[in-house]
Protein backbone atom coordinates (compact mmCIF):
# COMPACT_ATOMS: atom_id res chain seq x y z
CA UNK A 1 0.00 0.00 0.00
CA UNK A 2 1.25 3.22 -1.35
CA UNK A 3 -0.37 5.27 1.72
CA UNK A 4 -1.96 8.49 0.94
CA UNK A 5 -0.89 9.77 -2.38
CA UNK A 6 -1.28 13.40 -3.91
CA UNK A 7 -0.58 15.17 -7.44
CA UNK A 8 1.01 17.18 -8.53
CA UNK A 9 3.66 17.60 -5.92
CA UNK A 10 4.24 21.15 -7.39
CA UNK A 11 2.19 23.69 -9.16
CA UNK A 12 2.48 27.59 -9.75
CA UNK A 13 -0.32 29.38 -10.77
CA UNK A 14 -0.99 33.25 -10.87
CA UNK A 15 -3.54 35.24 -9.41
CA UNK A 16 -7.32 34.78 -10.74
CA UNK A 17 -6.67 31.00 -12.49
CA UNK A 18 -7.84 28.27 -10.92
CA UNK A 19 -6.39 24.88 -10.13
CA UNK A 20 -7.27 20.90 -8.68
CA UNK A 21 -5.61 19.25 -6.32
CA UNK A 22 -5.79 15.37 -6.32
CA UNK A 23 -5.92 12.57 -3.75
CA UNK A 24 -6.43 9.12 -3.28
CA UNK A 25 -6.90 7.62 -0.28
CA UNK A 26 -5.09 4.96 1.70
CA UNK A 27 -6.08 1.48 0.65
CA UNK A 28 -9.46 1.04 3.26
CA UNK A 29 -10.10 4.08 4.06
CA UNK A 30 -13.41 5.73 2.89
CA UNK A 31 -12.72 9.39 4.60
CA UNK A 32 -10.88 12.40 3.20
CA UNK A 33 -10.03 15.64 4.45
CA UNK A 34 -8.06 18.20 3.11
CA UNK A 35 -5.92 21.30 5.01
CA UNK A 36 -3.92 23.74 4.16
CA UNK A 37 -0.55 24.51 5.35
CA UNK A 38 0.56 27.80 5.22
CA UNK A 39 4.41 28.77 5.72
CA UNK A 40 5.10 28.44 9.27
CA UNK A 41 2.09 27.54 10.49
CA UNK A 42 0.10 24.63 11.43
CA UNK A 43 -2.18 22.59 8.84
CA UNK A 44 -5.82 24.12 8.92
CA UNK A 45 -9.03 22.02 8.09
CA UNK A 46 -10.52 22.74 4.81
CA UNK A 47 -12.89 20.14 4.08
CA UNK A 48 -13.83 16.58 4.92
CA UNK A 49 -15.49 14.32 2.27
CA UNK A 50 -17.63 10.99 3.15
CA UNK A 51 -20.03 9.20 0.82
CA UNK A 52 -18.84 11.41 -1.86
CA UNK A 53 -20.35 14.40 0.17
CA UNK A 54 -18.86 17.14 2.20
CA UNK A 55 -19.36 16.44 5.78
CA UNK A 56 -17.87 19.12 7.65
CA UNK A 57 -16.17 22.31 6.90
CA UNK A 58 -13.41 24.94 8.28
CA UNK A 59 -13.25 28.77 8.08
CA UNK A 60 -12.75 28.93 4.05
CA UNK A 61 -14.77 30.57 1.21
CA UNK A 62 -16.56 29.08 -1.61
CA UNK A 63 -13.67 29.55 -3.77
CA UNK A 64 -12.55 26.95 -2.40
CA UNK A 65 -14.91 23.37 -3.54
CA UNK A 66 -14.20 19.87 -3.25
CA UNK A 67 -15.32 16.42 -4.71
CA UNK A 68 -15.46 12.69 -3.93
CA UNK A 69 -15.54 9.82 -6.51
CA UNK A 70 -16.88 6.40 -5.89
CA UNK A 71 -13.49 4.89 -5.16
CA UNK A 72 -13.21 7.51 -2.55
CA UNK A 73 -10.40 9.43 -4.11
CA UNK A 74 -10.68 13.31 -4.19
CA UNK A 75 -9.83 16.67 -6.10
CA UNK A 76 -9.94 20.24 -4.47
CA UNK A 77 -10.60 22.73 -6.51
CA UNK A 78 -9.50 26.62 -6.29
CA UNK A 79 -11.31 28.90 -7.92
CA UNK A 80 -9.68 33.05 -8.49
CA UNK A 81 -6.76 32.39 -6.69
CA UNK A 82 -5.09 34.97 -4.09
CA UNK A 83 -1.85 35.31 -3.63
CA UNK A 84 -2.34 34.35 0.14
CA UNK A 85 -3.74 30.88 -1.40
CA UNK A 86 0.21 29.91 -1.90
CA UNK A 87 0.57 27.11 0.66
CA UNK A 88 1.28 23.04 0.80
CA UNK A 89 -2.40 20.95 0.72
CA UNK A 90 -2.24 18.19 2.58
CA UNK A 91 -5.08 14.94 1.89
CA UNK A 92 -5.39 12.87 5.00
CA UNK A 93 -7.43 9.69 4.74
CA UNK A 94 -9.46 7.81 7.44
CA UNK A 95 -11.64 5.55 8.26
CA UNK A 96 -14.16 3.62 11.15
CA UNK A 97 -11.51 0.54 11.12
CA UNK A 98 -8.63 3.35 10.86
CA UNK A 99 -10.27 4.76 14.31
CA UNK A 100 -10.49 8.06 12.97
CA UNK A 101 -7.17 8.34 12.88
CA UNK A 102 -6.26 10.38 10.17
CA UNK A 103 -3.04 9.34 7.53
CA UNK A 104 -1.54 12.33 5.86
CA UNK A 105 -0.07 12.23 1.82
CA UNK A 106 2.95 14.53 1.21
CA UNK A 107 0.85 17.43 0.22
CA UNK A 108 0.80 19.92 -2.59
CA UNK A 109 2.82 22.61 -2.60
CA UNK A 110 0.93 25.93 -4.63
CA UNK A 111 2.92 29.21 -5.20
CA UNK A 112 -0.04 31.76 -6.50
CA UNK A 113 2.40 34.46 -8.51
CA UNK B 1 -13.56 27.99 19.77
CA UNK B 2 -11.11 25.39 19.47
CA UNK B 3 -7.50 26.31 20.08
CA UNK B 4 -3.78 24.88 20.77
CA UNK B 5 -1.22 26.49 21.97
CA UNK B 6 2.01 24.97 21.63
CA UNK B 7 3.89 27.65 23.35
CA UNK B 8 7.52 26.79 22.18
CA UNK B 9 8.24 27.52 18.26
CA UNK B 10 11.84 26.38 19.07
CA UNK B 11 13.22 24.17 21.25
CA UNK B 12 16.82 22.80 21.39
CA UNK B 13 18.12 19.87 23.95
CA UNK B 14 21.15 17.91 24.17
CA UNK B 15 20.79 14.09 23.47
CA UNK B 16 20.62 12.13 26.40
CA UNK B 17 18.56 14.68 28.06
CA UNK B 18 14.67 14.65 28.97
CA UNK B 19 12.45 16.43 26.71
CA UNK B 20 8.98 17.90 27.08
CA UNK B 21 7.43 19.54 24.06
CA UNK B 22 4.44 21.23 25.64
CA UNK B 23 0.61 22.02 24.77
CA UNK B 24 -2.15 23.36 25.64
CA UNK B 25 -5.98 22.73 24.36
CA UNK B 26 -9.53 24.83 24.47
CA UNK B 27 -12.25 22.57 23.82
CA UNK B 28 -15.99 22.24 25.43
CA UNK B 29 -15.88 18.65 24.91
CA UNK B 30 -13.82 15.69 25.13
CA UNK B 31 -11.29 15.72 22.10
CA UNK B 32 -9.24 12.85 20.99
CA UNK B 33 -5.49 13.54 21.16
CA UNK B 34 -2.88 13.40 18.54
CA UNK B 35 0.52 14.20 18.28
CA UNK B 36 1.99 14.31 14.39
CA UNK B 37 5.64 14.51 13.75
CA UNK B 38 7.33 16.05 10.58
CA UNK B 39 10.75 14.74 9.95
CA UNK B 40 12.88 16.48 7.48
CA UNK B 41 11.79 16.27 3.85
CA UNK B 42 8.97 13.86 4.96
CA UNK B 43 5.28 13.86 4.92
CA UNK B 44 3.42 14.15 8.29
CA UNK B 45 2.83 11.32 10.19
CA UNK B 46 1.40 10.15 13.55
CA UNK B 47 3.75 9.89 16.21
CA UNK B 48 0.88 8.74 19.21
CA UNK B 49 -2.47 8.77 19.73
CA UNK B 50 -3.65 9.28 23.60
CA UNK B 51 -6.41 6.53 23.45
CA UNK B 52 -4.21 3.91 22.44
CA UNK B 53 -1.49 4.91 25.77
CA UNK B 54 1.12 3.35 23.37
CA UNK B 55 4.80 4.72 23.98
CA UNK B 56 6.17 5.25 20.61
CA UNK B 57 9.97 5.74 19.58
CA UNK B 58 10.49 6.12 23.66
CA UNK B 59 7.36 9.13 23.65
CA UNK B 60 4.71 8.90 25.87
CA UNK B 61 1.80 11.74 25.98
CA UNK B 62 -0.25 12.30 29.08
CA UNK B 63 -3.90 13.97 29.10
CA UNK B 64 -4.20 16.20 32.05
CA UNK B 65 -8.03 17.32 31.72
CA UNK B 66 -7.45 19.55 34.53
CA UNK B 67 -4.87 21.70 33.11
CA UNK B 68 -6.16 20.56 29.55
CA UNK B 69 -3.04 19.94 28.72
CA UNK B 70 -1.30 17.07 26.49
CA UNK B 71 2.67 17.03 27.28
CA UNK B 72 4.51 15.15 24.66
CA UNK B 73 7.80 13.74 26.62
CA UNK B 74 10.84 11.85 26.01
CA UNK B 75 13.43 10.66 29.23
CA UNK B 76 16.39 10.59 26.98
CA UNK B 77 16.49 12.33 23.52
CA UNK B 78 18.09 10.98 20.13
CA UNK B 79 19.39 12.98 17.33
CA UNK B 80 17.33 11.17 14.96
CA UNK B 81 14.34 12.92 17.51
CA UNK B 82 14.79 16.36 15.28
CA UNK B 83 11.68 17.23 13.81
CA UNK B 84 8.67 19.37 14.07
CA UNK B 85 6.11 18.16 16.26
CA UNK B 86 2.48 19.20 16.32
CA UNK B 87 -0.32 18.30 18.70
CA UNK B 88 -3.77 17.81 17.68
CA UNK B 89 -6.99 17.43 18.67
CA UNK B 90 -9.37 15.36 16.81
CA UNK B 91 -12.93 17.39 17.40
CA UNK B 92 -15.41 14.61 17.66
CA UNK B 93 -18.71 15.10 15.34
CA UNK B 94 -16.99 17.55 13.36
CA UNK B 95 -14.03 15.07 13.21
CA UNK B 96 -11.34 17.65 12.27
CA UNK B 97 -7.96 17.72 13.30
CA UNK B 98 -6.91 21.47 15.05
CA UNK B 99 -3.64 21.61 14.84
CA UNK B 100 -1.19 23.84 16.94
CA UNK B 101 1.65 25.93 15.14
CA UNK B 102 3.68 23.58 15.89
CA UNK B 103 7.38 23.25 17.62
CA UNK B 104 10.82 22.27 16.06
CA UNK B 105 12.79 19.99 18.13
CA UNK B 106 16.70 20.00 17.57
CA UNK B 107 18.49 17.51 19.35
CA UNK B 108 22.19 18.22 19.52
CA UNK B 109 24.75 15.94 19.27
Known amino acids: DAGVTQSPTHLIKTRGQQVTLRCSPKSGHDTVSWYQQALGQGPQFIFQYYEEEERQRGNFPDRFSGHQFPNYSSELNVNALLLGDSALYLC????????????FGPGTRLLVL | AQRVTQPEKLLSVFKGAPVELKCNYSYSGSPELFWYVQYSRQRLQLLLRHISRESIKGFTADLNKGETSFHLKKPFAQEEDSAMYYC???????????FGQGTRLTINP
Open chain 1, 92 to 103: ASSSKTSGETQY
Open chain 2, 88 to 98: APLIQGAQKLV
